[in-house]
Antibody
Framework: EVQLVESGGGLVQPGGSLRLSCAAS????????MNWVRQAPGKGLEWVSY????????YYADSVKGRFTISRDNAKNSLYLQMNSLRDEDTAVYYC???????????????WGQGTLVTVSS | SYELTQPPSVSVSPGQTASITCSGD??????ACWYQQKPGQSPVLVIY???KRPSGIPERFSGSNSGNTATLTISGTQAMDEADYYC????????FGGGTKLTVL
């Protein structure tokens, strides 16, 4: 059974940093691209970042470029999101999502984690 | 930047057919997919690559994509289908529609 379990969320002040983790199991993690998607309270879904299976290709949404860094450790079956210079508008539930076709025109997300809440507030 | 537009809400009676649209410039030239999200839960993929249904998704869910509009159709809608639905495309970054709240009443 495919499982994605996020952790690392919490309350942080504006300008602060946080590192999210996503632990994967039930599939060959190193064979799949992965993404982070977020959802502000009561709002819709917003794609945040993409990383290919080998980490050779990385993309970011304009809203987080230069502040967030995606990475992965295939030996540990884990995906990460380092978030720096956090703003109020970064408050959201952050989901990791598996990407079976890898950043192509047919891209979609077939499995999602349960999400971890990040709250940016003073 | 590319935008996908969905109606904020759609209502349907139980047993009837619900259609949720997603509009974008030349969307038919791209692949569209759809997610269902129930309150307090993570999104679930219900349609990918315009019209393919993942294993475990009921046959009453179908999709199409042509011109500027992708459509998610739910035939014989059940109370359990009440949820938010989001379309998504790649243009070239991932883009989501604003979501449609489906009410079954």
């Amino acid at each position: 059974e495919v499982q994605l379990v996020e952790s690392g969320g919490g309350l942080v002040q504006p300008g602060g940093s946080l590192r999210l983790s996503c632990a994967a199991s039930g599939f060959t993690f190193s064979s799949y691209s992965m993404n982070w998607v977020r959802q502000a309270p009561g709002k819709g879904l917003e794609w945040v970042s993409y990383i290919s299976s080998s980490s050779s290709t990385i993309y970011y949404a304009d809203s987080v470029k230069g502040r967030f860094t995606i990475s992965r450790d295939n030996a540990k079956n884990s995906l990460y999101l380092q978030m720096n210079s956090l703003r109020d508008e970064d408050t959201a539930v952050y989901y990791c999502a598996r990407d079976p076709v890898g950043g192509s025109e047919a891209q979609y997300f077939d499995y999602w984690g349960q999400g971890t809440l990040v709250t940016v507030s003073s | 930047s590319y935008e996908l537009t969905q109606p904020p809400s759609v209502s349907v009676s139980p047993g009837q057919t619900a259609s949720i649209t997603c509009s974008g410039d030349k969307l038919g030239d791209k692949y569209a997919c759809w997610y269902q999200q129930k309150p307090g839960q993570s999104p679930v993929l219900v349609i990918y690559q315009d019209s393919k249904r993942p294993s475990g998704i009921p046959e009453r869910f179908s999709g199409s994509n042509s011109g500027n509009t992708a459509t998610l159709t739910i035939s014989g809608t059940q109370a359990m289908d009440e949820a938010d639905y989001y379309c998504q495309a790649w243009a070239p970054d991932v883009v989501f529609g604003g979501g449609t709240k489906l009410t079954v009443l």
